[in-house]
């Protein structure tokens, strides 16, 4: 029955806005013939020559070479610092940041207008911008210290209320700075092409200074960032060192404005470590990737944007990094797709062969039928084939007579990888206080996961336990089933 008022309600909210925008569709004049089409002129692409191709990639012109060295040096900035935001889990506060600044870019503009001075000098922006970033990290750790918001909750009411408040001071500005105020909305958007030397030896400034910042505080940023608890107890300043990372993140913010624009400048920052972390799991390759792969994006975007006019430097550099990020995300040494998927195949194949193994040994040496392999194991025939290929292949299997039996080199096989599947067991039983039938993981990785000091104690306790019992049969009942598998 509520029903039809709540649809009454729908289309009387429609016939509103129509009357609404009717009266300014009438009154509005209509385009003369062919303005939308020349609207769209000379929009398209054009491909650059080969000679335009060879002076930009041999960096011939003096504005590229000003350009790609200083993109490349913020990309390699950005990634060295990115890398412990990335870890410390404030992959959002640059974003943060950068709105941040806006506010301090348009009030430094206003006073030193209203002081006599150049209102654009880029010092003086970039100075009420690194203020009002300091103020943006100050009021989001305030809030989370003293209320009971959660992080995520202060950054989003810090970006807004000053990215707001930047808006609002933006628009005085080109109000009462006249022709003087053009140019300061490139802070949002970015403006590489814009860069100067002075520009670049400023990057240089500041990203030699955080890569300083960086390698000194190395061991401290990293015991930050996986285990600030532990870094508290033994006498580390935390708070001190947390504001040091974030006084990195807001130089580095800062800087890029120029180049990549506050709303880009998160990608700069988060994509180059979320790229390096496809192809290692150590912190020290990773911040070395990080900083390669940040300076490869800021050099590759500023050169596809020398090549094509039309293209802004910003947005290029983000889709260059974006675009090494896809090629890690499938082919990473460490984490990448493929590989992932390379490695879950190796698992399933050695936990098919080890249950496969085991079910033989059980049938003991008249072998058993491949039907009642089917059977025992719950498999299909298929699954059944492929894994009986590979045994016979490796040697651990045979077929004679219709049945499948163990070969001298598969009996050893099945009692090394029984071995590692009772280390396993008694690991679970004496350290997890878990059942046996819990066991799922591959055997054969016990090595790789326990240290060998505890590896030995287990063999010496499995080889107190067979000598106390030497005539136990082993209970192989729960090895047979599928991981995961009710018990």
């Not at 191709?53 to 960096?59: E, G, K």
């Not at 305030?142 to 609002?168: N, P, Y």
């Not at 598969?410 to 066991?439: C, H, I, N, S």
Request: charged content about 15%; overall charge positive; proline content about 4%.
């Amino acid at each position: 029955m509520s029903t039809a008022p709540s649809r009454l309600g729908r289309w009387l909210a429609v016939v509103l806005l129509a009357a609404a925008f009717a009266p300014a569709a009438v009154a509005a004049e209509p385009l003369p013939g062919g303005a939308v089409q020349g609207s769209l002129s000379g929009r398209s692409l054009a491909w650059p020559s080969w000679e335009t191709v060879r002076r930009v990639v041999l960096l011939e012109d003096y504005n590229v070479r000003v350009v790609v060295f200083g993109a490349t040096l913020l990309g390699l900035a950005a990634g060295m610092v990115g890398s412990f935001t990335l870890l410390r889990k404030r992959a959002l506060m640059g974003d943060a940041l950068s709105h941040a600044a806006l506010p301090g870019i348009a009030a430094a503009f206003l006073a030193a207008a209203a002081w006599g001075g150049e209102g654009k000098s880029l010092a003086v922006l970039l100075a009420g911008a690194t203020v009002s970033g300091l103020l943006g990290v100050g009021a989001i750790l305030l809030l989370v210290r003293t209320t009971r918001l959660k992080e995520d909750a202060a950054l989003c009411i810090v970006l807004s209320v000053f990215f707001g408040a930047g808006v609002a001071l933006l628009s005085v500005a080109q109000q009462t700075g006249g022709g003087n105020a053009a140019g300061l909305e490139s802070f949002i958007y970015g403006k590489t092409a814009s860069m100067g030397r002075t520009d670049v030896q400023f990057i240089v400034g500041a990203g030699a200074l955080c890569a300083l910042a960086c390698l000194a505080l190395f061991k401290e940023f990293k015991l930050l960032c996986f285990d600030d608890g532990f870094a508290g107890a033994r006498g580390y300043p935390t708070a001190a060192l947390d504001m040091a990372l974030m006084a990195a993140v807001v130089v580095v913010t800062i800087v890029g404005l120029q180049a990549v624009g506050l709303i880009l400048m998160v990608a700069l920052l988060i994509t180059p470590p979320a790229a390096a972390r496809f192809w290692t799991n150590r912190l020290g390759p990773m911040f070395v990737a990080s900083a390669a792969i940040g300076a490869a994006s800021g050099g590759l975007g500023a050169i596809v944007s020398a090549l094509f006019s039309r293209l802004p430097s910003g947005p290029m550099i983000v889709l260059a990094g974006t675009a090494i990020f896809l090629f890690s995300l499938l082919f990473g040494a460490s984490r990448g797709a493929l590989v992932r998927v390379r490695k879950r195949r190796a698992l399933n194949r050695s936990v098919d062969r080890q249950r496969l193994l085991f079910a033989l040994h059980s049938a003991g040496a008249g072998g058993a039928g491949e039907d009642q392999l089917e059977r025992d194991l719950d498999w299909t025939s298929g699954r059944l084939g492929r894994a009986l290929g590979r045994a016979v292949a490796a040697g651990f299997a045979e077929r004679t007579d219709g049945r499948v039996r163990l070969t001298k080199p598969g009996e050893t096989e099945a009692a090394r990888v029984l071995r590692q599947r009772r280390l396993w067991e008694l690991y679970l039983e004496t350290q997890a206080d878990a059942a046996p039938g819990r066991v799922d993981r591959a055997a054969d990785a016990i090595g790789d996961v326990l240290e060998p000091e505890v590896v030995a104690e287990l063999e010496s306790l499995l080889d107190g336990s067979v000598a106390h019992a030497p005539d136990a049969a082993p209970d192989l009942t729960h090895l047979n089933r599928e991981p995961g598998a009710a018990r």
